[in-house]
């Protein structure tokens, strides 16, 4: 039987695909860059270091409110096209 809690590595989530370079600082405007914290886990800081708002969310978190996001619009489509 196993054990030891064998690290898993970490590869890149479909998250972290879809919106590397895509997330944007609201307060300037600035690419947001994913960092990873193994503490406290997925962060992202704005690459403006005049700047450098951080937002801690998680991927999953983020997934969420993306997909919120994505059937909200979807949603709203769908009621102007009708
Ligand atoms: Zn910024």
Redesign the pocket.
């Known amino acids: 039987m196993l054990n030891a809690v064998v690290p898993v590595p970490r590869r890149a989530t479909g998250v972290e695909d879809a919106l590397k370079g895509k997330v944007i ?6 690419r ?1 860059e994913r960092i990873l914290d193994n503490r406290v886990g997925e962060k992202w800081r ?3 270091p ?4 951080t937002v801690k969310i998680t991927d999953a978190l983020l997934t969420e409110q993306v997909t919120d996001l994505m059937n909200y619009a979807y949603r709203k489509r769908q009621q102007s096209s009708t």
């Open positions: 600082c609201g307060e300037c405007g600035s947001y704005c690459k403006n005049e700047c450098s708002t």
